[in-house]
């Protein structure tokens, strides 16, 4: 357990009037890595990461690594081979 862990609120307090998709039916949440973005007070645009106890660095990795990966291969699916400016193999 990290020292922010001690000072942890409820997801619903901190999350306030963020919406997310249901999990599974029959599932129930165990942990969460949350990217977070802000406005900042300046009227920019700031990042958060929010990372509760019951996730280790090990997991967060793989959470990380696999997520990325399936981004990839969703842009990839996403490519079009018929690309008229593309050369001829």
């Keep these: 357990m990290n020292d922010s862990a001690?000072?942890?609120s409820p997801v619903e307090e901190v999350?306030?009037?963020?919406?997310?998709?249901?999990?599974?039916?029959?599932?129930?949440?165990?942990?969460?890595?949350a990217f977070v973005k802000l406005h900042e007070p300046d009227g920019g645009t700031g990042w958060s990461v929010r990372v509760t106890a019951e996730l280790?660095?090990?997991?967060?990795?793989?959470?990380?690594?696999?997520?990325v990966e399936h981004l990839r291969q969703?842009?990839?699916?996403?490519?079009d081979d018929s690309d008229p400016t593309r050369a001829d193999d």
Excluded: H, K
Aim: hydrophobic fraction near 45%; charged fraction near 15%; aromatic fraction near 4%.
């Design 74 to 79: 969703a842009a990839a699916a996403s490519w």
């Design 15 to 33: 999350l306030t009037g963020l919406r997310i998709p249901p999990l599974p039916e029959g599932t129930s949440p165990a942990g969460l890595l």
């Design 6 to 8: 001690l000072q942890a």
């Design 56 to 67: 280790d660095d090990e997991e967060v990795l793989g959470l990380l690594t696999g997520y």
